[in-house]
T-cell receptor, first 111, second 114 residues
Framework: TQLLEQSPQFLSIQEGENLTVYCNSSSVFSSLQWYRQEPGEGPVLLVTVVTGGEVKKLKRLTFQFGDARKDSSLHITAAQPGDTGLYLCAARYNQGGKLIFGQGTELSVKP | GAGVSQSPRYKVAKRGQDVALRCDPISGHVSLFWYQQALGQGPEFLTYFQNEAQLDKSGLPSDRFFAERPEGSVSTLKIQRTQQEDSAVYLC????????????FGAGTRLSVL
């Protein structure tokens, strides 16, 4: 069974703070994606990482893919209340197939 | 439409009733996925279609769950004799092979079984 461990499960911080969310597996991914989901909506793709060691930036969000392609992290700099939501990592273990999701990180950014 | 559309958005069922959840994928998308999301958890894979062919149904939790996509477009997820543990949000996603297999999600159907 392929499992994706995501941590922390809950995070409550003040506006302006930095945070990091982690996503780990014992298996190698073919690709890993990060999603953000708001209440009553489906997940929305933020980024896809494919290459081991890859770093991608999206404004204040930085995504890293581990060298061995078994782990990834999402770092948010100077968090804002608009960043509040459920952050999900999802791995694909073969091309075109299903996504395996982590259990999610519920982020709350207080003004 | 521009995105994946799911209906109904909310469904309340009495235990033992049958329900049918509909997904309209993005036009032209070959692949269609169903996921189940419990409250406060990440989505869990249920089943996958490529056109009308159901290529993977390994995630369906029991034989009470059935999905179809007869014409390779609209899909229906049917749950027979609903149980309380079936209460969850059911998400549909579609993707095109040309689009790098990015999955676009609908807003989901929230099913509550009383």
């Amino acid at each position: 069974t392929q499992l994706l461990e995501q941590s922390p499960q809950f995070l409550s911080i003040q506006e302006g703070e930095n945070l990091t969310v982690y996503c780990n597996s014992s298996s190698v991914f073919s690709s890993l994606q990060w999603y953000r989901q708001e209440p009553g909506e489906g997940p929305v793709l933020l980024v896809t990482v494919v290459t081991g060691g890859e770093v991608k930036k999206l404004k204040r969000l930085t995504f890293q893919f581990g060298d061995a392609r078994k782990d990834s992290s999402l770092h948010i700099t100077a968090a804002q209340p608009g960043d509040t939501g459920l952050y999900l990592c999802a791995a694909r273990y073969n091309q075109g197939g299903k996504l395996i999701f982590g259990q999610g990180t519920e982020l709350s950014v207080k003004p | 439409g521009a995105g994946v559309s799911q209906s109904p958005r909310y469904k309340v069922a009495k235990r033992g009733q049958d329900v049918a959840l509909r997904c309209d994928p993005i036009s032209g998308h070959v692949s269609l996925f169903w996921y189940q999301q419990a409250l406060g958890q990440g989505p869990e894979f249920l089943t996958y279609f490529q056109n009308e062919a159901q290529l993977d149904k390994s995630g369906l939790p029991s034989d009470r769950f059935f999905a179809e996509r007869p014409e390779g477009s609209v899909s229906t997820l049917k749950i027979q004799r609903t149980q309380q543990e079936d209460s969850a949000v059911y998400l549909c996603a579609s993707s095109s092979l040309a689009g790098g297999n990015i999955q676009y999600f609908g807003a989901g159907t929230r099913l509550s079984v009383l």
